[in-house]
């Protein structure tokens, strides 16, 4: 696999391509299991199964942590739980393609901040023009699914920074590993009392498997290759099209209707994103725009998104 990336970054990016198709993939057969399970129950399905990959890779030596370690790794599995939950009911609510599109402004802030260029500024101009041409809002408009994925934003956000931090205290991905077996287990009273009131069928489970499957260990063992050989301004491009596919499978797998302005507002996040996601860029705003994109799916190398 390395040999046939190295010096074909055409290659590296289709692989990157794959991994988002495959994320919002997920995000849209889980969906499937929301009558039954609701966003919660999916959530901690897909966090046990993420728990699951991530911890026979990485193996992490929970005993050997101290309390300088715990305290951002918990503070990580906090953001991680957060993050997914909001995402899943602003998916319920408003849809794949908006909800996914909103999330998107939490790295954009990350990265226009770490940078300050003018260029940045006006990707952050262009990205919120979008969301306001992707809501349009009015009186009938969805203002509770809005702002629950302006909530999976800033949780996104606040995971970013504080992934980079657990990178400098834990090594490898063992952080990474132990707070999403927080954030898996923090989740189980929810998912026991969930199934204890509904008893959802054998394939609601199987919808909810399926999403840890696509949202998390495809989209790793991708990233776990890929980010060794491609460069971050092919990886930052990459990232932008997560909202661009979340349309395109909204419309396939789950019906969604947008109108043509809707998917104007996408295009002009997608833009902004590669906008202020490329380019030169100063040491300090370096890091930031690789490890974003890794972390949206709980991606092996915390310190080099998702969901």
């Known amino acids: 696999m390395s040999s046939w990336i190295q010096g074909?970054?055409?290659?590296g990016f289709s692989l990157i391509a794959t991994s988002a198709l495959s994320t919002q993939t997920?995000?849209?057969?889980?969906s499937f299991a929301f009558g039954t399970l609701g966003p919660l129950g999916v959530v901690a399905i897909r966090q046990m199964a993420a728990a699951i990959?991530?911890?026979?890779?990485?193996?992490?030596?929970?005993?050997q942590f101290t309390a300088a370690q715990w305290k951002p790794v918990a503070l990580l599995a906090f953001f991680f739980a957060v993050m997914n939950a909001a995402l899943y009911t602003a998916l319920d609510r408003v849809g794949l393609g908006t909800a996914v599109t909103i999330e998107f402004l939490g790295p954009l802030a990350v990265a226009a901040w770490s940078s300050r260029r003018r260029r940045d500024l006006l990707g952050v101009v262009l990205a919120l023009l979008g969301v306001?041409?992707?809501?349009?809002?009015?009186?009938?408009?969805?203002?509770?699914?809005?702002?629950?994925?302006?909530?999976?934003a800033v949780c996104w956000a606040g995971y970013i920074l504080t992934n980079r931090e657990v990178g400098k205290r834990v090594p490898g991905v063992q952080g990474t590993a132990a707070a999403t077996?927080?954030?898996?287990?923090?989740?189980?009273?929810?998912?026991?009392?969930?199934?204890w009131q509904v008893q959802p069928p054998w394939q609601a489970y199987l919808f909810a498997c399926a999403a840890g499957l696509l949202s998390t260990a495809i989209?790793?063992?991708l990233d776990l290759v890929v980010l060794r050989y491609v460069s971050p301004l092919i990886f930052?491009?990459?990232?932008?099209?997560?909202?661009l596919f979340a349309g395109i499978i909204g419309l396939v797998l789950l019906s969604e209707q947008l109108p043509l302005i809707a998917w104007s507002g996408i295009v002009l996040v997608?833009?902004?994103?590669?906008?202020?996601?490329?380019?030169?860029r100063s040491a300090v705003g370096a890091a930031p725009r690789l490890q974003f994109r890794k972390e949206r799916r709980t991606s092996p190398q915390p310190g080099a998104q998702s969901r």
């Not at 990959?53 to 005993?63: D, G, N, T």
């Not at 041409?133 to 909530?151: E, H, K, W």
């Not at 997608?270 to 030169?280: E, H, K, R, W």
Request: contains cysteine.
């Open 8 to 11: 074909h970054p055409g290659r």
């Open 26 to 30: 997920g995000a849209a057969v889980g």
């Open 53 to 63: 990959v991530l911890c026979s890779v990485a193996r992490p030596k929970l005993r």
């Open 132 to 152: 306001i041409m992707l809501t349009r809002p009015s009186p009938t408009t969805d203002f509770l699914g809005i702002a629950v994925a302006l909530i999976a």
């Open 181 to 195: 077996i927080l954030s898996s287990l923090g989740m189980l009273p929810v998912l026991i009392l969930i199934i």
């Open 219 to 221: 989209p790793y063992a």
């Open 236 to 243: 930052g491009v990459g990232m932008s099209l997560h909202p």
């Open 270 to 280: 997608v833009l902004s994103n590669g906008l202020t996601l490329t380019g030169p």
